[in-house]
């Protein structure tokens, strides 16, 4: 910065030095030369004629002066100014060669400017974005917006130490691109505050889906894409945390396939894998938008019904009941299931996750007991009711 801020006061340095300079010619000039041409010449005339020499000799002197002075201060100002050009174009030149977009930003005017790298990454040309970080603000996604805003007024305000921010930005061609942004200030007033920001975006879409591979591979079963084991546990411990502050009931419903291990038997894991697939899309279609289902392992699933009463949980498994006792075209086969469902809810079974799940799992193979394709809700452990 302290060569950007000497050309910007190069200017009234240079006019300084050159106003010094003629003064102290014209002070010696008025008050010398009459003295030194009066010791070389004899008569007046002489006097009178060479002193109009001398004044267009002293207009001379000075204009060659005047001349060199600024030839010599505006080439080393140019010389500085392509020292600055060129540095500016090698750092420029590190961080695109490693496959990032520059951002230069004047807070002050809020004008940013973008590299060709950076349009190169989002797929836009020349003008197409109006200068300013405002225009830029816009082509964030909604649902990033607000924390991009954030991370950027707590580093401008000291809070953070690092600029650092990842955010969906939106292209040309109207898909999102995950974007890594990373900045620092270089440029502060006297009283400290921010004028000029420089940074990089680095296109991190591919880190990105890879985490939410991991996280879908880690959280969602890979066959039927509802919620696996780990994700339901969460998720009912959280309802279950909920359900304690607030007062209110949460119901468990654990679901067995009558018949899964014929079909399996008999036409092959892949038509089990497709059979199941069909039971975890009808077991969607039989809840509400906002109750759960999971898949355990095998042909276990569960479903969670947040604060219901009887009537309520009683619908909707009987609506599965029926759901899925409709036959299922696997292919050119026809095949035919039931499931057995067992129910226990808290606080009145249990307040504890792995309770309420082990009451639920004896319920169910109570139902099974009892004729499959019905439910039964948990009653202690050596009474239990069934309906159908």
Not at 59 to 83: P, R
Not at 100 to 118: L, M, P
Not at 226 to 251: E, M, W
Not at 326 to 352: C, D, H, M, R
């Amino acid at each position: 910065m302290r060569i950007r801020e000497f050309l910007s006061y190069s200017p009234r340095l240079i006019a300084l030095r050159i106003f010094v300079i003629y003064i102290l010619v014209g002070i010696f000039w008025i008050f010398f030369s009459d003295h030194i041409l009066g010791m070389l010449v004899s008569s007046q005339a002489q006097f009178t004629q060479y002193s109009i020499y001398k004044g267009g000799a002293f207009i001379a002197f000075t204009g060659v002066m005047l001349y060199y002075l600024i030839f010599d201060s505006a080439k080393k100002q140019l010389e500085v100014k392509a020292t600055l050009d060129a540095s500016e174009d090698r750092w420029k030149f590190a961080l695109e060669g490693a496959g990032d977009g520059v951002w230069d930003w004047d807070i002050t005017t809020d004008k940013v400017f973008r590299s060709a790298r950076w349009k190169e990454i989002y797929g836009y040309t020349n003008n197409e974005i109006e200068d300013t970080a405002k225009a830029g603000r816009m082509l964030i996604h909604p649902d990033d917006l607000t924390h991009q805003v954030k991370d950027t007024q707590d580093y401008l305000q000291g809070k953070t130490d690092l600029y650092v921010s990842e955010f969906r930005l939106l292209c040309k061609d109207r898909t999102w691109k995950w974007t890594l942004s990373r900045g620092m200030v270089i440029s502060r007033d006297v009283d400290g505050k921010p004028l000029r920001m420089i940074g990089t975006h680095t296109d991190i879409s591919d880190r990105k889906n890879l985490e939410n591979q991991l996280l879908q591979q880690a959280h969602f079963d890979q066959v039927t894409g509802l919620p696996n084991r780990l994700l339901f546990l969460d998720n009912f411990q959280n309802l279950i945390t909920n359900a304690k502050r607030q007062h209110q009931s949460v119901t468990l419903m654990y679901l067995d396939l009558d018949h899964f291990k014929e079909v399996n038997d008999t036409f092959g894991h892949d038509m089990g894998d497709l059979l199941l697939k069909h039971v975890a899309e009808r077991l969607i279609q039989s809840v509400r938008a906002d109750d759960i289902v999971a898949r355990l392992g095998g042909d276990e699933f569960t479903v969670i019904l947040n604060n219901v009463n009887h009537q309520i949980t009683e619908r909707i498994a009987q609506n599965i009941l029926d759901k899925l006792s409709q036959p299922f075209s696997l292919g050119k086969e026809v095949v035919y299931v039931s499931a057995s469902i067992g129910i226990s809810v808290f606080p009145g079974n249990a307040t504890e996750v792995g309770v309420l799940l082990k009451n639920a799992d004896q319920a169910m193979y109570v139902a099974k007991q009892n004729g499959r394709n019905r439910y039964c809700y948990f009653k202690g452990e050596t009474h239990q009711d069934h309906m159908q």
